[in-house]
Antibody, heavy 116, light 108 residues
Framework: EVQLLESGGGLVQPGGSLRLSCEAS????????MTWVRQAPGKGLEWVSS????????YYADSVKGRFTISRDNSKNTLYLQMDSLRAEDTALYFC?????????WGRGTLVTVSS | EIVMTQSPATLSVFPGERATLSCRAS??????LAWYQQRPGQAPRLLIY???TRAAGIPARFSGSGSGTEFTLTISSLQSEDFAIYYC??????????FGGGTKVEIK
């Protein structure tokens, strides 16, 4: 089955860190660009970061640049988002998606809550 | 950064009626535009890319048009499952990729 499954979300204090994972199955992950998009509670969609298939050039929204790091392990068919120096405004449901734009495959999301 | 503006914010439509949603870009994005549908509690679903090409498995009642800065998503005859929030996304000038604020289509 073609799918993406996110994990790693949770409750973290401001200034803390989390690493999100997105496990891909049913398609050739190594030749797919990948993207993280987030959605704050009751709000719209916000692009966070994307990564090329190979050699893995990365792209970031200004709101997360310098704090978040996107990466991938093609041997494990897994996409990652390392999130450091978390802020309250990073609270959101984080989705991974296949492709860099016009994403036709999405995971169900993992919830990140930043609060003391 | 290209700003995407969707209108209206909310559209009230009777089932079976036609719905027309608009998306405007702050500068030309040629036809590098996608439309997504998001039902409550679900991930976004790609409907349209390249402004007018339906994604795989998307019913023909969904159609997209436009180029440059003005775009339209039309749902020809609304079904119960079409009541949702719709987002446009530009991918002509990026990063950043940018989404519109969304249009909620609700039952009248």
């Amino acid at each position: 089955e073609v799918q993406l499954l996110e994990s790693g979300g949770g409750l973290v204090q401001p200034g803390g860190s989390l690493r999100l994972s997105c496990e891909a199955s049913g398609f050739t992950f190594s030749t797919s660009g990948m993207t993280w998009v987030r959605q704050a509670p009751g709000k719209g969609l916000e692009w966070v970061s994307s990564i090329d298939d190979n050699p893995g050039r990365t792209y970031y929204a200004d709101s997360v640049k310098g704090r978040f790091t996107i990466s991938r392990d093609n041997s494990k068919n897994t996409l990652y988002l390392q999130m450091d120096s978390l802020r309250a405004e990073d609270t959101a449901l984080y989705f991974c998606a296949r492709g860099k734009w016009a994403n036709e495959l999405w995971g169900r999301g993992t919830l990140v809550t930043v609060s003391s | 950064e290209i700003v995407m503006t969707q209108s209206p914010a909310t559209l009230s439509v009777f089932p079976g009626e036609r719905a027309t949603l608009s998306c405007r870009a702050s500068q030309s994005i040629r036809t590098k535009l996608a439309w997504y549908q998001q039902r409550p509690g679900q991930a976004p679903r790609l409907l349209i890319y390249s402004a007018s090409t339906r994604a795989a498995g998307i019913p023909a009642r969904f159609s997209g048009s436009g180029s440059g800065t003005e775009f339209t998503l039309t749902i020809s005859s609304l079904q119960s499952e079409d009541f949702a929030i719709y987002y446009c996304q530009q991918y002509n000038n990026w990063p950043p990729l940018t989404f519109g604020g969304g249009t909620k289509v609700e039952i009248k």
